[in-house]
């Protein structure tokens, strides 16, 4: 069997016939009627949205995943010359004729053609047949549930087309590692690893199983690689250092370079700007920059300042204050100071300005030259509308009152004294003299009396407040947090003396003049930061599934039905595959632990090189499984069935190894052999049969009468639209 | 097939006895043979003195054992107050004490342990724990933290054995006691009524007779075998019956022993048999063992916690049955569910509790400003529902009526008795759940619209179509809307109570969360029976006080806009904790690592990855060195290995964990990380002194290297010291104070 391979010319031009009919077919089945549902099918509503953002160069900030995703996708609007003129709001909505459909969908419809023929290759580079070769590819052709998820324009086909890009081309440059070193070839089937293991990554955070999965891969052949003593030193160094650069090196930055483009793409300012730091919102065109351009950059004695939370959260909000006082006695019979109100608000407001005055002196203007404030001042904050200060006390705070109240001073007379003495600490200063800047600066304020820190508390004030969010107090300034730190976002140097006049000033817009811009690094730090941290709150949906559910396909998501008749889409899975994909796993797990005890005794049932070429396909393959199934254990977000597909192409991948596997190995006789071979020819029979079933749910084109849909219902658990009429 | 052994039995027992050391000596091939030469030590007694260098041996850890207890007895009795979280520990001493049953997050072999000192000492019970800085005043404490401080000070001859056995240097057993001797946090830690000395005794006894079992490999299945076999397991019960922490220290007993056994399994010199033997007593003793302790300590749990108290709301009906004062307990009530019945109704998910309504409406801007309707898990008169036909309102008590069963399928009102108000919902959207509807209590005097119909549903229909008290499972389907009444399990705000939120959800997918029993059930006209079916059996109170456990542990989830504590603070010592007094006139005692030992632990861990991988790619690069080179790194990287893994297996899970972590989590860890630098600093100074052999003074290299981090340690000791034995007078950042110069990270707070 293997003389078959020496001659070169005729194996050659056999891979690319299947090749090219594989391709060919795996085109075909994705690529037709591509447009046809001309509706929005489930999350195409999601990602729609920010592939018009990106046609509109408008800033967003998504937490499911890094920005190369989306770029792709909107890669095909690009080319499809999409004007990002859609309104996304409804699953089904007809697309209008501006909206290039076919385009759209074209990128992830291509990924998953050429996944097809991509499994072909693994199994090849495996070293295993060209039966089992072409058999992986088939399965990946009539697996409804990849062909659902590829024609429609959503992500997971693309992150499995580069998951199985990396490991082809880890594959490739592993069998370039005996032969020839160092190649041409070598290094480019190495970079391509490094290359798609980022872009897999870039693509949705899980990506980053796959990569792992591939580092340790690595990892354990670099150290059989270490323990070749024929090897020189410096040559092993030559190869760990190409190594690390390949697979360390490269990714981060490409993963950056997704970044970098994002930020350079995205240059205009829209609906997500407000979850960003002030320094970030300015340095996008319109909306904050608009403002804060031309404003002053040091904060001097006589400011005129807004103070926004870093924190924000639950909502980003900026320090305020009304005329209304606390309430005499709260609901729950303690009592209050009953001075005026400080809350935060999470709207711009005339209210929400402050002046930061000296304490030494009286004026509330900005003397010349300006005094800039700096890191350790004792300043007052007096708010600007009712010109009463900033002030904290050893009073209960409404909500939380295991912290101080914090209010704007109203002398009773009641023997109670202003403590209105703020020591400013800029937490991100450089040196201990350093000035108070404009946006830049993240600020403390410790109340000099009690030393107690003013803080977002994060609770809602009842009816009195307005509902606003309760500022507080906080005694025990337990090291650094976020909800105590603060920055200046619109300032202006006040020049107004009489409280009338300097009311009429805050009325007044801030003037116009120059821009700050922040660094690559700095923008890409926090929107990345933003990115991990930023939780959507909705933990239900009607077709969220538990990981249990996937491995025998108890569940299935309807994606789409026509308006009139019952056509319809479903992500629904061939059983036949599913199943015998899940098999084949445990018929792996159990040989493999059998062979390895066996070996363990000095019994050795496989040659070497088999057993070599059984275990690394049990790494990349079962392995895969693992890595992208298992850790849906640990996680709490909202689960569906789609999370399971790669987890599921690596199953498929693994299926005809371990078909063949039997019949090499486990099969004593020719006749056995050749009835293992009419088995596995019925069984793929069968699952041609089902997909072919299945194939209305999977495009949609066939309306299907409500008995045929029933009939269609084999697991009671399985969700399929059925019009009563 | 293996090959035959053929001996039989006498041959096979026989040859293990050497086989393993042999074996091990010719597979590392010279690595081995050195370590065994070179780990002991440079000086190598003559023959005379070895009986002295026993007795000195012994004597040595007898100071060991003397210092640690001494400085763990030491002011034992200050602060006569409760401290931190001995107000939960001790009060569950009390518990058990008063066999009152409660709830809490970890298993309960612990607070038993505490309420046994407690009893054994002559504390009555009778101290109510209340909040941290109340005065023990006239009531016996000392009995609770003595047995606390006895099993914390084990801790330190224990690291001593352990490393000593691993490392097979004396010096570097010394080294670790100090660290841990002189670290103010162990030492804080091991001072009050808490879980966790109990825990760490737990934790490292596991370890040493781990370690220790290992030791005595070459001879299997002899008296020391077995002993420390089993005293492994009944440490690793003991360390999971605490807390589940344990579960840590299972983890890597259990991967040392496939380790073990996967050697064992290479020795071709094995029978199978002899195998078969390994194994089953490694089964036996490290997973039948202790399971068994583990169960019968839940068994006492149950006896001794007869009678009802605080935590009975979390359990099912059937739990609460057994509770004596409980009113399930040997109760009677009609069997089954009839119009005008007046009922509570449970729901079946884990510390729910029961159908809830009072006299607050919905805050506005909520949905309808309607009255209330939340999941409460005491027991409390508006847990009462009377069960109404939808359709009449006649008062169906009045003793002219037949008696009318409630059946599956039924339309039914379920009626507030306290307000009268009917259980209603509509299309408004829920408090919490955005994507459920409102449930509110509506209408006036039983009085409402379409919208307070319900139809009852029994689940499986196991009893037939009437619905029992207690047994039967209904499920309630909002008649309008189609959706089912379930709670969320989400903690509504200030404006309801912190109770939690009920829903009607409309997702039609079949979870505990919407399923509700009856439990109970009062009808003048109905005959009475006795409950006593329900008792369950002890496999169902087991099974369910862990799921109620659990439960409760993923509960405790920190807030936004709070301070937690984060892992990686932990080993940097960033903060400590307050364990009592705050301000400057307070006896104050403040958990923190000595920072001198811990940075030490911290620039070691550095060090010893550092090192080890240095070591590890020679030797697979085939380096030849010296023999005694050999032995340190065989010594460094199977004895300080398997020390590293118990550091990343106690510390590592904790960045997973999503609930609530505080400081004093790490503490298992720094056992750990504590002996692993002993090991590693003996280590290396050995292999400076070996790589200076030329130089006239290198064996004084490591005396001296040792000893100064001996001296180290005890002087910063010296330093901290007021920390764990406690200090009044000005705070630190008060120059005057006496720990003025002492505050190095601004987040210490003492």
């Not at chain 1, 070193?181 to 870039?202: D, I, K, N, Q």
Request: proline content about 5%; overall charge positive.
């Amino acid at each position: 069997m293997w003389g078959f391979l020496k001659r070169p010319l005729v194996v050659t031009a056999d891979i690319n016939l299947h090749l090219v009919a594989l391709t060919g077919m795996g085109l075909l089945s994705r690529l037709w009627q591509l447009t046809y549902p001309r509706a929005v099918v489930f999350d195409e509503v999601y990602y729609g949205q920010y592939i018009s953002f990106y046609m509109k160069r408008i800033f967003f900030l998504d937490d499911s995943g890094p920005p190369f995703g989306h770029m792709v996708l909107a890669l095909g609007g690009y080319l499809g010359g999409f004007d990002g003129n859609f309104l996304w709001n409804r699953i089904g909505a007809e697309y209008t004729s501006n909206v290039p459909v076919w385009s759209l969908r074209l990128l992830p419809a291509l990924a998953g053609a050429l996944s097809v023929p991509m499994a072909y290759q693994i199994v090849l580079e495996l070293r295993f047949s060209h039966c089992a070769a072409v058999g992986a590819a088939l399965l990946m052709l009539i697996e409804n549930a990849l062909i659902t998820q590829s024609r429609l324009m959503l992500l997971e086909s693309v992150l499995i087309f580069f998951n199985l890009l990396a490991v082809l081309s880890y594959l490739k440059f592993f069998n370039c590692q005996k032969l020839s070193p160092f190649s041409l070839s070598w290094w480019f089937w190495l970079t391509l690893t490094g290359v798609a293991c980022s872009c897999a990554v870039g693509v949705k955070y899980m990506g980053v199983f796959t990569y792992l999965l591939m580092l340790v891969v690595a990892a354990v052949h670099a150290w059989h690689l270490i323990g070749d003593q024929t090897l020189s030193n410096v040559r092993v160094f030559c190869h760990l250092l190409a190594r690390a650069v390949a697979l360390l090196v490269i990714p981060a930055v490409l993963y950056l370079l997704f970044f970098y483009i994002h930020l350079i793409v995205l240059f205009r300012s829209g609906p997500h700007d407000q979850i960003m730091s002030s320094a970030f919102q300015a340095s996008l065109e319109g909306g904050l920059a608009r403002i804060t351009q031309g404003q002053p950059l040091e904060v001097a004695f006589g400011s005129q300042v807004t103070l926004r939370s870093v924190f924000g959260k639950p909502v980003p909000c900026w320090l305020h204050s009304h005329q209304n006082t606390y309430p005499m006695i709260y609901e729950n019979g303690r009592g209050s100071s009953h001075q005026q109100q400080v809350t935060c608000y999470p709207f711009k407001d005339v209210n929400n300005w402050w002046i930061v005055k000296d304490p030494r002196r009286h004026q509330l203007v900005v003397s010349s030259p300006p005094r800039p404030v700096r890191h350790g001042d004792m300043v007052q904050l007096v708010h600007g509308m009712t010109a009463r200060s900033l002030n904290t006390h050893d009073v209960a705070a409404p909500m939380s009152p295991h912290s101080q109240e914090v209010s704007c001073y109203i002398d009773y007379n009641i023997s109670m004294p202003a403590q209105n003495l703020w020591r400013l600490e800029i937490v991100n200063r450089r040196s201990d003299t350093e000035v108070w800047k404009t946006i830049l600066s993240e600020v403390r304020f410790v109340h000099v009396n009690t030393s107690a820190v003013l803080k977002l508390s994060g609770a809602h004030l009842p009816d009195w407040g307005f509902r606003q969010l309760e500022i507080v107090g906080e005694k025990l300034s337990r090291g650094y947090h976020e909800s105590t730190v603060w920055n200046v976002e619109e300032h202006r140097y006040g020049t107004s003396q009489e409280q009338k006049e300097r009311e009429w000033e805050l009325n007044s817009p801030v003037q116009v003049d120059a821009s700050r811009n922040l660094s690559f690094m700095a923008r890409f730090s926090e929107l990345q930061w933003r990115m991990l941290v930023l939780r959507s709150d909705d933990s239900e949906h009607k077709y969220s599934s538990s990981p249990l559910e996937w491995v025998t396909l108890d569940t299935n998501i309807a994606y789409w039905l026509h308006p009139r008749t019952s056509a319809q889409i479903h992500l629904l899975g061939n059983i036949v595959i599913w199943v015998s994909g899940s098999l084949a796993l445990a018929v792996y797990t159990l040989l493999f632990l059998w062979y390895l005890l066996r070996r363990r005794r000095n019994v050795h049932d496989l040659p070497q090189d088999a057993w070599l070429r059984w275990v690394l396909a049990g790494a990349l393959c079962a392995g895969g499984w693992a890595v992208n199934y298992l850790p849906f254990f640990l996680m709490e977000k909202t689960l569906f069935l789609y999370h399971y597909l790669p987890a599921l192409t690596f199953q498929i991948l693994l299926l005809p190894v371990v078909l063949q596997h039997i019949s090499d190995h486990l099969c004593r006789s020719q006749l056995q052999r050749s009835v293992f071979g009419a088995l596995v020819v019925a069984w793929y029979s069968s699952a041609c049969h089902v997909s072919n079933t299945l194939r209305p749910l999977t495009y949609g084109d066939k309306s299907l009468s409500p008995e045929e849909l029933k009939a269609l219902r084999w697991k009671d658990s399985w969700d399929i639209l059925i019009r009563k009429h | 097939m293996p090959p035959a052994t053929g001996g039989g039995l006498a041959e096979s027992e026989l040859r293990p006895r050497r086989g393993r050391c042999g074996h091990q000596a010719a597979r590392a091939a010279g690595w081995d043979v050195a370590a065994t030469a070179a780990a002991r030590n440079p000086k190598r007694p003559a023959r005379g003195s070895r009986r002295f260098e026993t007795a000195s041996r012994w004597a040595l850890l007898a100071l060991v054992t003397l210092l640690s207890f001494a400085t763990r007895f030491h002011r034992l009795d200050e602060p006569p107050h409760i401290c931190w979280d001995e107000t939960h520990f001790g009060k569950m001493g009390s518990y058990y004490i008063n066999r009152t049953f409660f709830f809490d997050v970890h298993p309960p072999l612990g607070k038993m342990l505490i309420g046994l000192a407690g009893y054994l000492s002559g504390y009555d019970g009778t101290f109510l724990f209340q909040k941290p800085g109340d005065k023990y005043e006239h009531h016996s404490y000392m009995g609770m933290r003595g047995f606390c401080a006895f099993l914390g000070s084990w801790l330190v001859p224990f690291a001593y054995l352990t490393v000593l056995d691993l490392s097979k240097s004396l010096s570097a057993a010394l080294l670790t006691a100090a660290l841990l001797t002189f670290d103010t946090g162990c030492l804080t830690l091991s001072q009050y009524i808490l879980l966790d000395p109990i825990l760490m005794f737990f934790i490292m006894a596991a370890m040493l007779s781990m370690v220790k079992y290992n030791s005595c490999a070459d001879r299997p299945f002899s008296a020391p075998w077995w002993f420390w076999l089993s005293l492994t397991g009944v440490s690793l019960a003991g360390a999971l019956g605490v807390k589940f922490v344990g579960l840590f220290i299972i983890l890597q007993v259990g991967l040392n022993t496939i380790a073990d056994l996967w050697y064992l399994f290479g020795d071709l010199s094995l029978s199978l048999v002899t195998m078969g033997k390994h194994v089953t007593a490694r089964v036996l003793c490290l997973i039948v063992l202790p399971l068994a302790l583990y169960t019968a300590t839940f068994a006492v749990h149950f006896m001794v916690l007869s009678k009802s108290g605080p935590g009975d709301g979390f359990f099912s009906s059937a739990f609460q049955a057994r509770l004596s004062g409980n009113n399930l307990h040997n109760a009677s009530i009609p069997e089954h569910l009839a119009y005008g019945s007046v009922i509570t109704v449970k729901n079946l998910q884990m510390a729910i509790g029961y159908l809830h309504s009072h006299r607050h409406l919905y805050p506005e801007g909520i949905g309808a400003r309607q009255q209330q309707v939340t999941t409460y898990l005491h027991k409390d008169y508006n847990n009462l529902w009377i069960i109404k036909k939808h359709n009449t309102n006649s008062d169906p008590l009045d003793p002219s009526f037949p008696v009318e069963f409630v059946r599956h399928g039924d339309i039914i009102r379920l009626e507030h008795k306290e307000t009268s108000r009917n259980l209603h919902s509509h299309y408004h959207e829920a408090p919490l759940t955005r994507k459920h509807y409102q449930v509110t209590g509506y209408g006036i005097n039983g009085t409402g619209d379409s919208n307070d119909f319900w139809r009852i549903e029994v689940v499986n229909r196991k009893f037939g179509n009437q619905i029992k008290v207690l047994r039967s499972r209904i499920r309630l389907i909002h008649l309008v809307t189609g959706c089912v009444l379930g709670s969320s399990g989400k903690v509504l705000p200030k404006w309801g109570w912190e109770q939690l939120e009920v829903t009607c959800t409309p997702y039609l997918k079949e979870t505990l969360n919407s399923i509700w029993n009856v439990e109970d059930h009062i009808n003048p006209k109905l005959p009475n029976i006795s409950l006593n079916v329900l008792q369950p059996s002890f496999p169902e109170i087991l099974l369910e006080s862990h799921m109620v456990m659990i439960w409760g542990n993923n509960g405790l989830k920190p807030k936004d806009n709070e301070f937690t504590s984060k892992p990686w603070h932990w080993p940097i010592n960033y903060q400590g904790l307050r364990f009592s007094g705050v301000n400057d006139t307070d006896f104050r005692v403040y958990l923190l690592g000595n920072p001198v030992v811990w940075w030490l632990n911290l620039l070691s861990i550095a060090l010893y990855l550092l090192s080890g991988s240095i070591i590890a790619i020679a030797m697979q690069r085939g380096t030849r060195v010296p023999a005694e080179v050999a032995g340190l790194s065989q010594v460094l990287l199977r004895g300080g290995g398997q020390v590293l893994l118990g550091w990343m297996l106690h510390y590592f899970p904790f960045f997973l964990m999503g609930r609530v972590l505080y400081f004093h989590h790490y503490f298992p860890a720094m056992l750990f990380s504590s002996m692993l630098t002993g090991i590693l600093w003996d280590t290396l100074l050995r292999l400076c002194a070996w790589g200076l052999a030329s130089w006239p003074l290198a064996r004084g290299i490591h005396v001296v290297g040792i000893l100064s981090l001996l001296l180290g340690t005890a002087y910063s000791f010296y330093l901290f010291h007021p920390l764990a034995y406690g200090m009044v007078g000005p705070l630190a950042q008060d120059p005057q104070s006496p720990m003025a110069g002492l505050r190095w990270l601004d987040s210490w707070e003492f």
